[in-house]
């Protein structure tokens, strides 16, 4: 055979040859619903979650001040070898015990938990937001130089509170001083202390 007798039947061979179809003309519409329908479960599923990590992470974001300005008091009695209030003020400067209004932190030698002209202001957090609750049953935490707290010891919440859903922190102080943390949440029903009472939310 000649070669020019091949390369017309290599021609022939290639016009007549069906195509393959191409694998990667991408996803058919049935595939793209199965993909949807898993899409859209898993958002479901992980939406009660994502929903408690935003409510955690803003009452966090309102607590973390107020662990962070306990421990600096008690720290600062000790370095400063004196006594260190923390508690909220009023239009006279007294301690009172509405815990939802600003929070100061000053340094009051007599104990009398009255910030007067001479009582150094060391730091301050704001009110808390609308949306949740500071609470404790004395008008003042104090700490001698030692870190004590003596007969200011107790315990102060901070909750948080979004439709049925609870979220709250307590920090239990000890008449040492020492600090201890609990977290709860709850949906439905109110938050509890370690004791099993409810903490106040409202």
Same mark, same amino acid.
């Given at each position: 055979? #000649?070669?020019?007798?091949?390369?017309?039947?290599?021609? %022939?061979?290639?016009?007549?040859?069906?195509?393959?179809?191409?694998?990667?003309?991408?996803?058919?519409?049935?595939?793209?619903?199965?993909?949807?329908?898993?899409?859209?479960?898993?958002?479901?599923?992980?939406?009660? !979650?994502?929903?408690?990590?935003?409510?955690?992470?803003?009452?966090?974001?309102?607590?973390?001040?107020? *662990?962070?300005?306990?421990?600096?008091?008690?720290? =600062?009695?000790?370095?400063?070898?004196? #006594?260190?209030? $923390?508690?909220?003020?009023?239009?006279?400067?007294?301690?009172?015990? !509405?815990?939802?209004? +600003?929070?100061?932190?000053?340094? &009051?030698?007599?104990? !009398?938990? =009255?910030?007067?002209?001479?009582?150094?202001?060391?730091?301050? %957090? +704001?009110?808390?937001?609308? &949306?949740?609750?500071?609470?404790?049953?004395?008008?003042?935490? $104090?700490?001698?130089?030692?870190?004590?707290?003596?007969?200011?010891?107790?315990?102060?919440?901070?909750?948080? =509170?979004?439709?049925?859903?609870?979220?709250?922190? $307590? %920090?239990?102080? #000890?008449?040492?001083?020492?600090?201890?943390?609990?977290?709860?949440?709850?949906?439905?029903?109110?938050?509890?202390?370690? *004791?099993?009472? &409810?903490? +106040?939310?409202?």
């Amino acid at each position: 055979m #000649s070669r020019t007798t091949t390369t017309i039947t290599k021609t %022939i061979r290639a016009h007549h040859t069906p195509q393959r179809p191409n694998k990667d003309h991408g996803q058919t519409l049935i595939e793209l619903c199965v993909c949807l329908v898993i899409v859209a479960t898993l958002a479901v599923a992980a939406a009660p !979650n994502m929903h408690r990590w935003h409510q955690r992470h803003h009452h966090d974001r309102h607590f973390l001040p107020l *662990q962070n300005t306990l421990q600096f008091a008690r720290q =600062q009695a000790v370095l400063l070898n004196s #006594s260190i209030t $923390v508690c909220p003020l009023n239009a006279q400067n007294h301690c009172h015990a !509405n815990w939802h209004d +600003p929070i100061s932190v000053f340094e &009051d030698r007599n104990r !009398n938990r =009255q910030r007067e002209p001479d009582d150094t202001l060391l730091q301050q %957090i +704001p009110k808390a937001p609308h &949306d949740s609750l500071r609470h404790y049953w004395r008008d003042a935490i $104090v700490f001698d130089n030692k870190g004590f707290a003596g007969f200011t010891n107790g315990t102060l919440s901070h909750c948080f =509170q979004q439709n049925n859903t609870y979220s709250a922190t $307590v %920090i239990t102080i #000890s008449r040492l001083g020492r600090m201890r943390i609990h977290r709860e949440y709850q949906q439905n029903q109110p938050a509890k202390n370690t *004791q099993g009472n &409810d903490i +106040p939310c409202n």
